[in-house]
């Protein structure tokens, strides 16, 4: 899908705008000045996807850390700060790729030009973060109420002041824990500025409903080629949002080498415990990085019909199991050849499961190497 054509910043090996991929960002749950456990969460989320990474800086060990948490991870890394601009040089001298900071709220206009003079020596974005939550006095008075249009007029005062100080290397962010209003702000962003948009949904919740208003506010805006980088925010682990994003850019076929699970809901047909079985395969999926469908289905009904496109894809039945390949039945698993006489007495569809699961894993292993 082509893109809404911004212009390009870069941000460590990344480049972002333009035409480019969308970026997939996450954010530490750790307190920053514990630089060896936010390298370690780091980490982990580069495996599962994430190619860029915010961090909090409170304060001056935080800002100190990023030097010893650049040097254990391999992905460009956003400083979030607030108010002091002392932390943004802090983070700069340290190594940050990226700042993350409104110049309208660091003071006197002479501590702007020191931010952006270190920015510009260093070559490093500025992300200006408009929230419906937290506008200007004034223009909350104004519009009585977070709009899209007070959201906007608040960007262009933080961007006339970097623009002045000849600053365009400024990524944009408009966010609102309301999807609508998300929806209204970007697009209106997208035909005010033509800086790159970071997309995201602040405060949306649990998994649950960060992935309910995320996928409703984000893939409105990505389907329609608005936005350069997101981030699914959820309450937690920032593990938890990888999958969501990745799941919701392959949808929106922005993304590759990301598996396709397809499963039935079951109903009163299903002859198996499904449930556990998708899982486990749903949760093995997330460490595959290859464009491959899985089905997984209850009954002969819909079954081999649903799996016929797969890659590969397991229907379970009475007494029996189905091992499904390109649409071929490649194994049929019964009860009989499974169950040895002293596992008389144990749950049969459970012995049918679990082989077929065996079965999958060796298959699934052949198809992605």
């Known amino acids: ?138 223009i909350h008075e104004k519009y009585g109420k977070p709009t899209a249009q007070g959201m906007i007029e ?46 995201g949904v602040t405060e949306a919740g649990t998994t649950m409903t960060s992935a309910i208003k995320s996928s409703l506010a984000l893939g409105t805006l990505l389907n329609e080629g608005i936005g350069n980088t997101i981030r699914i925010s959820v309450n937690g682990a920032p593990e938890k949002e990888i999958p969501i994003v990745k799941e919701l850019l392959k949808d929106c076929k922005l993304i590759q080498n990301v598996p396709n699970l397809i499963a039935c809901p079951t109903c009163g047909r299903t002859q198996w415990d499904m449930e556990p079985a998708v899982n486990e395969i749903e949760s093995y999926l997330q460490t595959v990085n290859k464009d491959v469908t899985v089905a997984i289905m209850g009954c002969a009904v819909n079954g081999p019909g649903e799996a016929k496109h797969a890659d590969i894809g397991i229907a379970g039945g009475v007494k029996e199991g189905l091992l499904i390949k390109k649409g071929e039945v490649i194994k049929k698993v019964k009860q009989e050849d499974m169950v040895h006489q002293e596992e008389e007495k144990l749950d049969m569809g459970l012995l049918v499961k679990e082989h077929l699961l065996k079965l999958f894993h060796l298959k699934m292993n052949s198809l992605i190497q």
Request: glycine residues 4%; neutral net charge; charged residues 30%.
């Open 1 to 138: 899908m082509k893109r809404t054509e911004t212009r390009q910043v870069k941000v460590g090996n990344l480049e972002i705008g333009h035409n480019n991929h969308v970026i997939i960002q996450s954010m530490c749950n750790i307190e920053t000045k514990k630089a060896d456990e936010v390298a370690k969460q780091i980490l982990s989320l580069e495996k599962m996807g994430c190619e860029l990474i915010r961090v909090s800086c409170m304060d001056m060990e935080d800002a100190k850390a990023i030097k010893d948490i650049k040097k254990q991870i391999h992905i460009p890394l956003v400083a979030d700060i607030h108010f002091d601009y002392r932390l943004a040089l802090a983070c700069i001298e340290a190594g940050a790729d990226k700042i993350r900071l409104n110049p309208g709220n660091i003071g006197a206009r002479e501590n702007v030009e020191k931010v952006v003079k270190a920015c510009k020596e260093k070559h490093i974005p500025i992300r200006i973060g408009i929230n419906g939550g937290s506008l200007e006095k004034d």
């Open 154 to 199: 608040s960007a262009k005062r933080h961007v006339q002041i970097l623009e002045d100080l000849d600053f365009y290397d400024t990524v944009l962010s408009f966010k609102s824990s309301d999807p609508l209003l998300c929806i209204e702000a970007y697009r209106l962003a997208a035909q005010t500025f033509d800086y790159p948009l970071h997309l």
